[in-house]
């Protein structure tokens, strides 16, 4: 099964992809989780990606996509994915749609994850403490939510217009959230 996870910052995308990707045995891919490698890495994309994630901005569509080309170019792809944190804004999810439409890999489904804008706050504050990560600080966190209403929220549309769309509660415990992206995906 090929889905994207979509969801504001906080909503719970990677935590549940992790546990998704034991379930269903395909592979997650966490365009977030690249860029910070190439970050700590000290690569010349990581290099310039570091500042703008800091800030809560998105990277560019150019760079990102390179790096999902390089990543789909891999043949564990062919069985499957969940995709996280990609698509992000439109013109990537057009972006997405050509690449894996070369691939013969449509998209099965899109899951949105719903979280109230009170709960998300509390869990990035909470991470922010448990793990100090660079674009969990206040300010990063509000610009993240603004780009996040601007840029990514349309990109719901464009797969509620594919026929992919299917929206799940994200409040509960990790396992329930699990399960109703279970239920949903049937
Ligand atoms: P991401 O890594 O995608 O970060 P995120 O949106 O904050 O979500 P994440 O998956 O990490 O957190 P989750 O909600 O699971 O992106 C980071 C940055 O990279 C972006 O701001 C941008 O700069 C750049 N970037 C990435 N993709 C890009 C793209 N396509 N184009 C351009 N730039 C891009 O978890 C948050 C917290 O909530 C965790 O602490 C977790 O433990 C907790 N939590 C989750 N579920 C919970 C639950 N049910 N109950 C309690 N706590 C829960």
Known sequence: MRIVLLGAPGSGKGTQAALLKTRLNVPHISTGEILRAAVAAGTPLG???KAVMAAGALVSDEIVLGMLEERFSQPDVLGGFILDGYPRNLAQANALEALLGRLGQPID???QLDV???TLLQRLAGRAKAEGRADDNPDSVAHRLHVYTEQTAPVIDFYEKHGA??????????????????????
């Open 47 to 49: 290099r310039q990606a």
């Open 109 to 111: 489904r899109a899951v």
């Open 116 to 118: 109230a804008e009170s």
């Open 165 to 186: 769309l299917v929206r799940v509660p994200g409040e509960g415990s990790m396992e329930e959230i699990l399960e109703r992206i279970i239920a949903a995906l049937d």
